[in-house]
């Protein structure tokens, strides 16, 4: 199902066929004349991606295109980019990678777009990524945490976005053993990739043997007293979470429950607090989540400049619908691809796209500037970490750049919001 107010399938087919007709109109023999760029009009440029609007995953993440969408409505209004509108087709995948294929092979052969902008989830995503690189289509900032993303060699066209599980989970230790010196250490994760990759980060910093108990779930339970029962037991005083928010409110609640308070270390996939205070409740999360340290490297809190803006948007674009870190990262992916398609030239092709991220020019809006080039497909490799206090989440000055294992602490360097967060040819 793709979203309402976006291009219509036979809208988009026909802006193709008129862009054919056109190519067609040359004379044969005429080598001056370049073959219509898939997605690209004089006026529009045509991108889709695959989301869980519906399924088991879409409670928050539904939120994610959503706020792209709104994004992207804002800049068409401003004048576009390069003065080409951005057409966003969003299809529903439900989280079921069978679906993932389907609906992203109509997107290249049906829809023929530039370029596939930030699909969502590793088991998802994984099945399309052969496809989109045989098809030399652009597969730009990928909605997920795996490092798979990050191989310039066999995915010359794949880049990632999210900091990768295994960055996010060193950084979470290394701030653990500087502030619980002496603790013990223990970690739930989802029984996954995502899980896998935030513990092997742990036990980067920590070693495996200095972690005091390690337990997982499954995606399709509905209860965690099992799992908190053994960390409890096992005396555990920091517990490093890879889990989505529900799972994290799972665990707090069940903790609670037990009469239990150790420490929260959360992954940014399970750290979003108002989300979580939309599960838990208001009362329960202010006592609950007080304290709770967490990761992230996007624009957060009252003070950013991208975060005023992104509420503006939202309000107007986006009907006010709640405001979470998904909206962030939702309108800050949209920001990258619009930098991306002003750095692709005039008359953009999928080349000129992929030459742009591979460039090192862009920036994004994070905590720290994006270092993409012909080597690096990664997305953030630098975090900042986040506590709450008082009921309010924002970042605590502890910023951790983090290389094969390695974590140093580094000074953050915000990029700076500049015309209107319009990127400009």
């Not at 409670?59 to 576009?80: D, K, P």
């Not at 597969?139 to 996010?168: C, H, K, M």
Request: glycine content about 12%; proline content about 5%; charged content about 15%.
């Amino acid at each position: 199902m793709r979203t309402p107010a976006k291009t219509s399938r036979s809208a988009a087919a026909l802006a193709v066929a008129a862009a054919l007709g056109l190519a067609g109109c040359t004379a044969p023999g005429d080598d001056g004349e370049a073959a219509a760029t898939p997605g690209v009009t004089a006026d529009t440029v045509t991108i889709g991606t695959h989301q869980p609007l519906s399924g088991p995953a879409a409670a928050g993440y539904s939120a994610v295109s959503a706020a792209t969408s709104a994004y992207f409505e804002y800049v068409n209004a401003g004048g576009g980019v390069n003065g080409r509108s951005i057409e966003y087709l969003v299809e529903d995948d439900a989280y079921e990678p069978q679906r993932t294929n389907e609906v992203v092979t109509e997107l290249v052969e049906d829809d023929e777009v530039l370029a596939i902008v930030n699909g969502l989830g590793t088991p998802t995503h994984s099945v399309v990524l052969d496809y989109l690189a045989d098809e030399g289509v652009p597969d730009l900032f990928i909605a997920s945490g795996s490092r798979v993303w990050n191989q310039p060699a066999l995915y010359p066209n794949a880049f990632g976005y999210n900091a990768e599980y295994t960055t996010e989970g060193a950084a979470l230790a290394q701030y653990a053993l500087e502030q619980e010196p002496g603790a013990k250490v223990c970690v739930l994760g989802q029984a996954d990739d995502y899980g896998e990759g935030l513990l092997e980060g742990v036990e980067a910093v920590l070693g495996g043997n200095e972690i005091t108990e390690i337990q997982t779930y499954a995606t399709s339970a509905t209860d965690l007293t099992v799992q908190m029962g053994v960390l409890k037991a096992a005396g555990c005083e920091v517990n490093i979470l890879g889990t989505i928010n529900g799972f994290t409110a799972l665990a707090v609640g069940t903790a609670a429950q037990m009469d239990w308070s150790p420490q929260w270390y959360v992954s940014s996939s399970g750290a979003d607090y108002p989300t979580l205070v939309g599960h838990l409740g208001e009362e329960a999360a202010a006592q609950l989540l007080e304290g709770m340290v967490c990761v992230n490297y996007l624009p957060f809190g009252p003070d950013s400049e991208w975060t005023a803006l992104f509420r503006q948007i939202n309000d107007e674009y986006n009907d006010g619908a709640p405001f979470t870190a998904n909206t962030v990262l939702g309108m800050s992916v949209g920001y990258l691809f619009a930098e991306a398609l002003a750095a692709a030239g005039d008359d953009p092709t999928r080349e000129s796209l992929i030459a742009a991220v591979e460039s090192g020019s862009l920036q994004g809006n994070g905590i720290v500037p994006l270092s993409f080039s012909e080597t690096n497909h990664g997305g953030y490799s630098t975090v900042g970490i986040m506590t709450v206090e008082d009921g309010v989440q924002d970042y605590n000055g502890t910023t951790y750049q983090v290389e094969v294992g390695q974590v140093t602490e580094v000074e953050a360097d915000p990029v700076p919001l500049v015309n209107g967060g319009i990127p400009a040819g």
